[in-house]
């Protein structure tokens, strides 16, 4: 990953999760949100070189200032330990270890056979409903509905069987990069190849569109990352969540 590449990503990130309010600082994104989306409400560095406590402390206060508890998004690299052993002497503590991962988009495309997912500029009930159904806490998932409805210029594929939505996924195209977000397949459907073939879709519409790369973002230990694997995605860096116990 280049430089360009990294804060590429990053902006692309924002962008696709929409947070309520957003600034920036030198080398930082700070977007604030009430929601439950990590990536919608922390603060993230657009370069992996070492940051300053500097940086640090105007977080720190602009989050203050606008009433939002402080979150961290971080790299997991060398040229941040000196930052994070700042973060624990403070109180912060690490979870959620995340991989971004990056792929071609023409390997993607491959990943299934078809047919292709239905796609719509905007989710309707029954994109929603499958992040509302068994096995999904609820409050987040009405969170990331409306965080997702929210992204501009945003794509939403769906599986339907039954007259009911059994697979969805959303792509966001933005700053030359597309990106998959709100993978989700319902409960007794999984195994069925269903993600694949909305993977695949996303895939295709960026090819249309003349992207040729895409990333994504996966928690450490999803079962998910099997398929991105097959699709082609590779992990560029890693990143943990900061904040006060």
């Not at 105007?58 to 973060?87: K, N, T, W």
């Not at 993607?108 to 806490?137: H, I, R």
């Not at 594929?157 to 989700?184: D, K, L, Y």
Request: proline share 6%; aromatic share 8%; net charge neutral.
């Amino acid at each position: 990953m280049t430089s360009a590449d990294i804060e590429a990503i990053e902006r692309a990130t924002v962008v696709a999760v929409s947070p309520q309010a957003q600034q920036e600082i030198p080398g930082w994104l700070l977007p604030f949100d009430t929601g439950t989306v990590g990536r919608a409400k922390s603060a993230v560095p657009l370069t992996h070189e070492a940051p300053t406590l500097d940086a640090l402390q105007e977080i720190e206060a602009r989050y203050a200032a606008a009433g939002h508890p402080v979150m961290l998004r971080l790299p997991q690299v060398a040229q941040f330990d000196a930052f994070c052993a700042a973060l624990v002497q403070r109180g912060y503590v690490e979870g959620k270890p995340t991989h971004v991962q990056v792929a071609r988009t023409a390997d993607v495309a491959g990943v299934s056979p078809g047919p292709w997912a239905d796609t719509a500029a905007k989710p309707d009930a029954g994109w929603a409903a499958v992040f509302l159904g068994e096995g999904f806490d609820p409050v987040d998932g009405a969170s990331r509905v409306a965080t997702l409805s929210r992204t501009p210029d945003a794509l939403f594929a769906s599986i339907r069987e039954g007259g009911r939505t059994v697979a969805a996924g959303m792509g966001g195209f933005s700053h030359g990069w597309a990106s998959i977000h709100g993978m989700r397949t319902a409960l007794e459907c999984r195994g069925r190849g269903l993600a694949g073939r909305v993977l695949a879709t996303l895939a295709g519409a960026a090819q249309a569109r003349g992207m040729a790369r895409m990333f994504l973002q996966v928690e450490a230990g999803n079962p998910a990352i099997n398929l991105y694997r097959r699709a082609g995605f590779e992990t560029a860096w890693t990143y943990s969540y900061w904040q006060k116990k």
